[in-house]
């Protein structure tokens, strides 16, 4: 099946563009969408969807980019309408638990006629952090905004130490340990099917209480270094 993946720069979104390479789509190009000021958005929260389209190169994939002016939904429609001239017959979205975001989603599919997949839905969200780092994605934390996220996480990369201080962190403050609350959001600089990593300069930021920004002031992509191990 032919598909586009509906791209925000963040784990989620990547992580289930791998899962339909892994599982036989062909991929023709990808989406996003962003909202029309800044990342506040009930569908389209992200704050670094300008990146996706280093992403997209990294990927070898044409991206069908398009901003919400007023009426998300309507705009969801319309870049889903593109996709299918492009060839597309589903797309692919990261959506974790939000109801609002998974349904809305689907109805914008159909209406452009379309399947939509959402292969993280529901999923255990501890073993998909850890599943993350084990299968080589380079998740950078850009912001945190809940009680309970230390600041210094911010501009941080995900390994196996700081997955597991989040989940207990998670435990005791009662936030989703994968952030589809908004706790914090993410920025993916590397995956197994880059074949380039992005790097980011910046700096972090106070916005406010608990709520710190990871500020990124020059973006690029590198060739990947590939180390060989001794048989």
């Not at 599943?131 to 905004?145: A, P, Y």
């Not at 403050?173 to 600089?189: C, I, K, M, R, S």
């Amino acid at each position: 099946m032919i598909a586009c993946p509906m791209l925000s720069g963040g784990k989620d979104s990547m992580y289930a563009l791998h899962w339909a390479v892994l599982h036989g789509f062909r991929l023709c190009c990808a989406l996003t969408l962003g909202p029309a000021s800044g990342w506040d958005s009930l569908l389209f929260h992200y704050p670094y969807t300008g990146l996706v389209e280093l992403q997209a190169r990294a990927l070898r994939l044409k991206l069908i980019k398009l901003r919400a002016e007023r009426d998300e939904e309507a705009a969801l429609v319309n870049v889903f309408n593109e996709a299918r001239l492009r060839g597309c017959e589903a797309v692919v979205s990261g959506a974790l638990l939000s109801d609002y975001q998974r349904l809305r989603f689907a109805s914008a599919a159909e209406e452009a006629g379309l399947r939509i997949f959402t292969p993280l839905w529901r999923i255990d969200q501890e073993e998909y952090m850890r599943s993350l780092v084990r299968e080589g994605f380079r998740v950078m934390i850009v912001s945190v905004q809940a009680y309970g996220l230390p600041s210094w996480i911010t501009g941080r990369v995900l390994d196996k130490g700081l997955v597991e201080d989040i989940i207990a962190r998670a435990k005791r403050y009662g936030f989703n340990p994968a952030f589809e609350g908004g706790e914090a959001e993410t920025l993916v600089l590397d995956a197994p099917l880059f074949r380039e990593e992005l790097r980011v300069e910046g700096k972090v930021v106070r916005l406010g209480p608990d709520h710190y920004f990871y500020e990124i002031k020059r973006a690029w992509l590198v060739p990947k270094t590939f180390t060989c191990k001794n048989s």
